[in-house]
């Protein structure tokens, strides 16, 4: 297989076709293989996203079809990546979760990440005695508490979205990881600080270092409340999904660029833009997130699978035993301070058990304040930090939605944010036909068929014969067109005023199958007949009550969910 995909790109520079070209085909190849292995995963009932990475891995460091230049090369799409995900976290944060679970956010953000700060360092710091001396081994775990300190909001999100929560966990999950981004970098100025003065580094001004500081966290929150504002002013002139859709784009893909120019925060600005629309403009800007939404999904597959490719599986053994000691104490620091923090605030029970089993995922924003932090060091130092952060950031991505997944389902909020679509997608015709209604032999004569409809409280009967073979079906509409044109006698039966059968289902056929099927042929009624050859009646689908059913269960989802939180 490899051989093969390399023969390709060689086909396609002997070609003299631009460089460019390449890079598509390695983004096909990553989106496509992408969404293969999310499947393959999905059916397993893991995560989509480890289909991602370990297709990543096996495109990066495996076969190496995505070298280094390439993902230097994507680094931009990266950064567009993390700005639509920090747009839709945004979108989540309404006024009212800040309203009601305002102490208890800020109190668990402080404890699970002030705690898992503090026990990495610590820990790391004992690693590191061994290989370094201690100055540079106590800089060294400051940074690594720092950066630990991040939950990666695309993974964690990403599974959230995939199994349809909805509840007192989920709410103060996307809380927690929208806000992570922002302690994270608190903490690493104040680390990389200490470090300038432990290593000797140039740069060690802490009040400069605290005003750039300041400086980051106010020009991103500002930039996009800016960006915010001017996207409610451009959703509220229009009334367009095409235009919506572009304009919602544009305005993200401004605010990441100058993020960058800046030197802001991508995410942190990406995400403000998302909260100043969604509370200044609750209900029209609903649809502006939902365009994003859909359109993101192959943004998501892309961006999973360039993490997946920047492993490098070649480690030694000290990267390995202070990668461990990374992974070990951020899950205990994590699961023990969101406890904590949960308990202090009296955070509900699901909060207080399940938290910090999905708080584990780390991604581009822990790498991200590495490297930056691992310019303050030099040679076989450097070196050693990348290596162990991007293993432990790896082991925590693979391990992390698991447990994400193990959390919300134990609190009981998976399918509870469920759309009527995805309970359609879910069913079959056999699941939902009405098997009540009276059936209506093709020999009754229309006194008998008048007095069954008048009992009744169905629009459709269906007409069998002796066999009890469809044939046939009548309608009120039917029953009412006879008395305006036919006169009655006592000679017409049920054959005489039923109408012809134009479709029926069988029950095992999809049930998005039978409503695009009624809505091609403009019917609200389908009768179902039984699998084998005999054509016999079982059953009719009624759309409109189906759609009552499915649209009550939604709702009732909903609410059970919302009464988990004391709404």
């Known amino acids: 297989m490899a051989a093969l995909l ?22 096909g190849i990553a989106i496509f293989g992408g969404t293969v292995g999310a499947r393959i995963f999905q059916r397993l009932r893991i995560p989509q996203i480890l289909g991602y990475i370990v297709i990543g891995i096996v495109l990066g460091p495996v076969l ?3 070298s280094k230049p390439t993902i230097e090369t994507l680094e931009p799409f990266n950064f567009f990546a993390l700005g639509v995900i920090g747009f839709m976290i945004g979108g989540e944060l309404k006024r009212e979760v800040f309203v009601k679970f305002g102490r208890q956010v800020f109190a668990i953000l402080l404890f699970e990440g002030g705690f898992a700060f503090l026990l990495v360092g610590f820990a790391s710091f004992l690693g590191l005695c061994i290989f370094y001396e201690w100055p540079t081994a106590l800089a060294i775990g400051l940074v690594f508490g720092a950066i630990c ?3 990666d909001p695309a993974s964690t999100i990403n599974v959230l979205w995939e199994y349809k929560t909805r509840g007192p966990l989920t709410t103060m999950l996307t809380a927690i990881v929208a806000l992570d981004d922002a302690l994270a970098l608190v903490l690493y100025i104040a680390s990389v600080s200490l470090v300038g003065f432990l290593v000797g580094g140039k740069d060690a001004h802490f009040l400069e270092l605290l005003f750039h500081s300041f400086k980051e966290l106010a020009g991103s929150l500002g930039l ?9 002013w451009i959703i ?9 859709l572009i304009f919602s784009l544009g305005i993200i893909v401004l605010t990441i660029g100058l993020a960058i120019y800046l030197e802001f925060d991508v995410i942190l600005s990406s995400m403000a833009c998302g909260v100043t629309l969604i509370n200044l403009l609750p209900r029209r800007s609903l649809r502006s997130f939902e365009l994003i939404r859909r359109f993101s999904p192959p943004i998501y597959v892309l961006f999973f699978v360039i993490i997946g490719a920047r492993l490098n599986v070649s480690t030694t053994g000290q990267i390995w035993l202070l990668a461990g000691i990374y992974v070990v104490c951020s899950i205990i620091g994590k699961t023990a301070g969101a406890y904590w923090g949960a308990s202090y605030s009296r955070a509900v029970p699901t909060v207080r058990k399940y938290l910090g089993f999905c708080l584990y995922p780390q991604g581009t924003i822990a790498i991200a304040l590495l490297i930056m932090a691992s310019h303050r060091f030099a040679g076989e130092v450097r070196d050693m930090m990348l290596s162990v952060v991007i293993v432990g950031v790896f082991i925590l991505q693979i391990v992390g939605p698991l447990l994400t997944k193990v959390g919300i389902r134990k609190a009981g909020e998976v399918g509870m944010n469920i759309t009527e679509d995805d309970l359609i997608r879910t069913y079959t015709v056999g699941d939902v036909m009405d098997t009540e209604v009276p059936v209506i032999s093709a020999g009754m004569s229309l006194s008998e068929v008048i007095r069954v409809v008048s009992s009744t409280s169905s629009f459709y009967y269906p007409v069998v014969d002796d066999d009890g073979k469809l044939i046939g079906g009548v309608t009120l509409d039917g029953i009412r067109n006879t008395f305006a044109t036919q006169e009655l006698n006592d000679w017409l039966v049920a054959l005489d005023i039923a109408e012809p059968i134009i479709a029926s289902a069988r029950p095992e056929k999809a049930l998005s199958e039978a409503f695009e099927e009624t809505k091609r042929l403009d019917v609200e009624y389908l009768p179902v007949v039984s699998s084998g050859e005999g054509n016999r009646y079982v059953g009719v689908l009624n759309c409109r009550a189906v759609h009552r059913t499915l649209g009550a269960e939604v709702l009732s989802r909903q609410q059970k969910a919302d009464s988990m939180s004391g709404k």
């Open 224 to 232: 996009g409340l800016g960006a915010g504002l001017l996207l409610r």
């Open 236 to 244: 509220k002139k229009i009334n367009d999904d095409e235009k919506t």
């Open 64 to 66: 190496g079809l995505i």
């Open 149 to 151: 300190a991040a939950t």
């Open 6 to 27: 390399r023969g390709i790109l060689a086909q396609a520079g002997e070609l003299n076709l631009e460089g460019e070209f390449n890079l598509l085909l390695l983004i």
